[in-house]
């Protein structure tokens, strides 16, 4: 089992930035991935950026660019620095905790078990 709380989700104005954490209960094994999602009102949920092990990472078109994912596996912190946020990035935004597939992380819903609570990012124009 392994627990996630997000944290520095806010308001801010179209151009402006965000950084968000997500704290695990526990170092991350080898094969383990760590993402972030999104899911806005009446939209599916969606990748929006995955980290390996390895350092690795997987990004949404729609993100790149404009977001970098990275952690801290020394403290178990997952972050994602979003720049340039556009209104249409307005979500709740979720860390998930999964494993690799294939030998790769991918941003695939069904391959993440773990799940924060999520928290609220909202960019007005």
């Known amino acids: 089992q392994v627990q996630l709380a997000e944290s520095g989700g806010g308001s801010v104005q179209a151009g402006g930035s965000l950084r968000l954490s997500c704290t695990a209960s526990?170092?991350?094994?080898?094969?383990?991935?760590m993402g972030w999602f999104r899911q806005a009102p009446g939209n599916e949920r969606e990748g929006v950026a995955v980290?390996?092990?390895?350092?690795?990472?997987s990004y949404a078109d729609s993100v790149k660019g404009r977001f970098t994912i990275s952690s801290d596996n020394s403290r178990n912190i997952l972050y994602l620095q979003m720049n340039s946020l556009k209104p249409e990035d307005t979500a709740k935004y979720y860390c998930?905790?999964?494993?690799?597939?294939?030998?790769?992380?991918?941003?695939?819903?069904?391959?993440?078990?773990?799940w924060g609570q999520g928290t609220q990012v909202t960019v007005s124009s």
């Open positions: 998930a905790r999964g494993i690799t597939y294939g030998g790769r992380c991918r941003r695939e819903l069904r391959d993440f078990a773990y």
């Open positions: 526990r170092y991350p094994y080898r094969r383990d991935c």
């Open positions: 980290i390996g092990s390895d350092g690795s990472t």
